[in-house]
T-cell receptor, first 110, second 115 residues
């Protein structure tokens, strides 16, 4: 089993719709969680950190479920510019090791 | 402008010919790391460095070397490249020793092809 798993998609989303997807992680000792965005094989960029109580940044909401060991990302009112691959990132028990999921591809269409 | 730079951006080489990919950051970050990204496998860490003269192996270090003689630079060395090292490589830096707690800034990537 991979340490961090994501549904690769693609998720085809009509413009204006809501889309949500999860990421599961295997190491229960993981402490930090992030969502990164990557466009067309360009460099990943931090979208948002994920906090235990859940957090929101504009149209984006991230949730953490430690009991079931998954994090989620929800995008409301999808824009064409939201089309990208979203990478789930989890830190390992060793502390300095970040593990990336394979990414979930989202395609927002008019 | 705060950034991470990598050179070259694209490289086609032949098996066995030593090469170095440079990485430099101007944010005075302590933590730097190298990743490779392959279809279906995601980003995998090759090596990381918590500070000058401190480096450690990531998940896939075989066939690679690194050095951290200066804080700003973290070159990736392939002593004898092989075709299975054909990949997209990213360098990243962050501002704490414990890089997991802080945002990682990535370079633009180096697309390497080994024939």
């Amino acid at each position: 089993r991979k340490e961090v798993e994501q549904d690769p998609g693609p998720f085809n989303v009509p413009e204006g719709a809501t889309v949500a997807f999860n990421c599961t992680y295997s190491n229960s000792a993981s402490q930090s969680f992030f969502w990164y965005r990557q466009d067309c094989r360009k460099e990943p960029k931090l979208l948002m950190s994920v906090y235990s109580s859940g957090n929101e940044d504009g149209r984006f909401t991230a949730q953490l479920n430690r009991a079931s060991q998954y994090i989620s990302l929800l995008i409301r009112d999808s824009k064409l510019s939201d089309s990208a691959t979203y990478l789930c990132v989890v830190n390992g028990a060793a502390g300095n090791k970040l593990t990336f999921g394979g990414g979930t591809r989202v395609l927002v269409k008019p | 402008e705060a950034q991470v730079t990598q050179n070259p951006r694209y490289l086609i080489t032949v098996t066995g010919k030593k090469l170095t990919v440079t990485c430099s950051q101007n944010m005075n970050h302590e933590y730097m790391s190298w990743y490779r990204q392959d279809p279906g496998l995601g980003l995998r860490q090759i090596y990381y460095s918590m500070n000058v003269e401190v480096t450690d192996k990531g998940d896939v270090p075989e066939g690679y070397k690194v050095s951290r003689k200066e804080k700003r630079n973290f070159p990736l060395i392939l002593e004898s490249p092989s075709p299975n090292q054909t990949s997209l490589y990213f360098c990243a830096s962050s501002g704490r020793d414990r890089g997991n707690s802080n945002e990682q800034f990535f370079g633009p990537g180096t697309r390497l092809t080994v024939l």
